[in-house]
């Protein structure tokens, strides 16, 4: 998970942690102190990242900040068989998700492999009641185990409890980019506007800080 889903803008939280961000992510507004930098393009008076890495602020200019992505010493890697990898759904069709993987076990990759999610390798129970479109939603960032390789992509699984969302934004994120939350293993709720959505999501959390799904 990326620390940057915590926040609407990835520069509001502390910056002395080390944030790593993603194609697309928003990281902060523009000001007449803060100027795009290596890594970063704006739009509509934002600033987003261009390729995935970690965020830097250069305060040596007395005038300005200027914010940058890097990639720190990245080496080839690439998903094998049983590895648990970080994916973001591109597409969903009623028999399998498209995903984008971006992070192999704990290491970052430079650029991304085709991921393909099957209908029946969301669940491990139920599985010709999974519903792709209630699972998954495009632009949410998943976990999930490699369990094949194809010739141009990866076979992946979410079937395991620990596996499935682990950040996503409410339908209408592009108004509110406020992470919705877990309140049961197939339910997200927005902590702004209440919306709920259905979805898979990954067992990460202790049960006792998901609200019951009664």
């Known amino acids: 998970m990326t620390e940057n889903s915590q926040s609407t803008d990835t520069l509001s939280q502390n910056e002395d942690d080390m944030l790593i961000c993603l194609p697309g992510d928003r990281l902060c507004r523009v000001e007449d102190n803060i100027v795009v930098g290596q890594g970063t393009y704006e739009q509509g008076g934002y600033i987003y990242a261009s390729k995935s890495g970690i965020i830097n602020i250069d305060e040596s200019n007395e005038k300005c900040q200027i914010v940058s992505v890097h990639k720190p010493g990245f080496h080839l890697t690439i998903p094998a068989t049983g590895d648990v990898v970080t994916a973001r759904v591109l597409v969903t069709t009623p028999k399998f998700a498209k995903c984008a993987i971006f992070c192999v076990r704990n290491v970052l990759l430079e650029s991304s492999y085709r991921g393909l999610l099957r209908k029946e390798d969301v669940r491990e129970t139920d599985k010709d009641r999974v519903d792709i479109y209630k699972s998954f939603k495009p632009g949410d960032v998943i976990l999930a185990r490699v369990v094949n390789q194809m010739e141009q992509s990866f076979m992946l699984s979410t079937a395991?409890?620990?596996?499935?969302?682990?950040?996503?934004?409410?339908?209408?994120?592009?108004?509110?980019?406020?992470?919705?939350?877990?309140?049961?293993?197939?339910?997200?709720?927005?902590?702004?506007?209440?919306?709920?959505?259905?979805?898979?999501?990954?067992?990460?959390?202790?049960?006792?800080?998901?609200?019951s799904e009664k």
């Open 160 to 211: 395991e409890a620990e596996l499935g969302v682990v950040v996503a934004y409410a339908s209408d994120y592009r108004k509110n980019r406020i992470p919705m939350v877990p309140i049961g293993w197939s339910e997200m709720q927005c902590p702004q506007t209440t919306i709920k959505e259905p979805r898979k999501v990954a067992k990460v959390l202790p049960e006792s800080s998901i609200k």
